[in-house]
């Protein structure tokens, strides 16, 4: 058996590589709130959007991947729980039911599906990478533009237009940032 055999097995995703124990389950829970906290601080806004651009969507899905879907769920969970409570850590430092709140609560169940595709292997290859990160971007918007809508009484040609059309191409960079940073993770633990 080769030392990547040995390391990566089937249903592991890269958390579970480290060694096992309830500390580390809730470093890793908090740390993927941490992260996901600060990327939300990398924030431009979009002309004619209450919806910035961040580094946050990004982060959410690289915490469902590499923590797997329970962990991952938790981590969100407790990010979005953090921040409803007043914590400044949603996009641009804004806490509480922001007009985005939809799209955190869009990626607790993102991190729950490419935490389960990753156990499955999603993340240990470019395509299935690229594959898995769009499902939980498409996830993140049929939560977040609707919510979007209903928050500012947008019609949903507008929500549309101001929540998800001016997003797609950064998505995609996102994307594709993912499809290096998962496999090629994997192909460092195989080196070990």
């Known amino acids: 058996m080769s030392t990547a055999t040995a390391l990566a097995r089937p249903g592991q995703v890269l958390a579970d590589l480290l060694p096992a124990s309830r500390v580390r389950d809730a470093a890793l829970v908090v740390g993927g709130a941490a992260l996901t ?4 601080q990398l924030s431009l806004p979009v ?3 209450p919806v910035p651009v961040t580094g946050q969507t ?3 899905l690289l915490v469902g991947t590499a923590l797997g879907a329970g962990r991952g769920v938790l981590s969100l969970a407790l990010y979005a729980l953090v921040g409803l409570a007043g914590v ?3 996009a641009g430092g804004a806490s509480g039911a922001v007009p985005s709140l939809g ?3 869009g990626m607790l169940l993102a991190a729950a599906a490419v935490g389960a595709l990753a156990r499955r292997g999603a993340d240990r290859s470019v395509w299935r990478t690229a594959g898995a990160m769009l499902l939980g ?3 993140i918007y049929a939560v977040g533009v609707p919510y979007l809508a209903l928050a500012t009484g947008m019609s949903a040609g507008a929500a549309i237009a101001a929540g998800l059309t001016p997003f797609l191409i950064g998505d995609a960079l996102k994307a594709a940032l993912a499809m290096g940073v ?5 192909k460092l633990v195989g080196k070990r």
Do not use: D, Q, R
Not at 37 to 40: D, H, I, V, Y
């Open 103 to 105: 799209y955190v609560l």
């Open 58 to 60: 990004f982060a959410a």
């Open 88 to 90: 400044p850590w949603f």
């Open 37 to 40: 906290g600060l990327a939300a």
């Open 182 to 186: 998962l496999p090629t993770a994997w």
């Open 47 to 49: 002309p004619g959007s």
């Open 137 to 139: 971007e498409a996830i």
